[in-house]
């Protein structure tokens, strides 16, 4: 089994509609949550980050992170054709550098 | 640009040969990470430099795989004898030091192997 786990889709919404993706984990010593975006043979992209459990907003998005079932979200509200791209989850200890990531999601969003 | 950049952004080679990637971190970044992406995998964890020490390496990192980062700015990786395997993208990426700090990618290498 994986550290993490992400449902790799994929996952074709309409423009404007809300995009939920998740990522379980097995390791509860995970600290420090993340999310990236990937477009097409680029680096990914460093979208949302956050400590421990709770909910973070940043305009569109919204990342939020449940300990107790080791289980974090991110959601895209207002879905557009430019969001299309795969979304990896990270996520990593409090006094370790490397990343774990999920497998990651591709999305399309049709206009 | 003040992003992490890497070079080249394409290689292509043939099997057994040698080749070296370079890694431009951001300037004020001391923290520099190599990983590996296969086709619809995540990154992977392959090295780790706090200013010019290598602190952590994957078992992912053979023997044939060498990363340096001399006098703690770029970094390079090397593989020799290349394997069809190798085939992947190589991905760095900096940070600051720190427990709340965040790790920001170049745009990678992707290597193919023939």
């Known amino acids: 089994q994986k550290e993490v786990e992400q449902d790799p889709g994929p996952l074709s919404v309409p423009e404007g509609a809300i995009v939920s993706l998740n990522c379980t984990y097995s390791?509860?010593?995970?600290?420090?949550f993340m999310w990236y975006r990937q477009y097409s043979r680029k680096g990914p992209e460093l979208l949302m980050y956050t400590y421990s459990s709770g909910n973070k907003e940043d305009g569109r998005f919204t990342a939020q992170v449940d300990k107790s079932s080791k289980y974090i979200s991110l959601f895209i509200r207002d879905s557009q054709p430019s969001d299309s791209a795969t979304y990896l989850c990270?996520?990593?200890?409090?006094?370790?550098?490397?990343?774990?990531f999920g497998a990651g999601t591709t999305v399309t969003v049709r206009a | 640009d003040t992003g992490v950049s890497q070079n080249p952004r394409h290689k292509i080679t043939k099997r057994g040969q040698n080749v070296t990637f370079r890694c431009d971190p951001i300037s004020e970044h001391n923290r520099l990470y190599w990983y590996r992406q296969t086709l619809g995998q995540g990154p992977e964890f392959l090295t780790y430099?706090?200013?010019?020490?290598?602190?952590?390496k994957s078992r992912l990192l053979s023997d044939r795989f060498s990363a340096e980062r001399p006098k703690g700015s770029f970094s390079t990786l090397e593989i020799q004898r290349t394997e069809q395997g190798d085939s992947a993208m190589y991905l760095c990426a900096s940070s600051l030091s720190g427990r709340n700090t965040e790790a920001f990618f170049g745009q990678g290498t992707r290597l193919t192997v023939v």
């Open positions: 390791n509860s010593a995970f600290q420090y």
């Open positions: 430099f706090q200013n010019e020490a290598q602190l952590e």
């Open positions: 990270a996520m990593r200890y409090s006094n370790d550098y490397k990343l774990s």
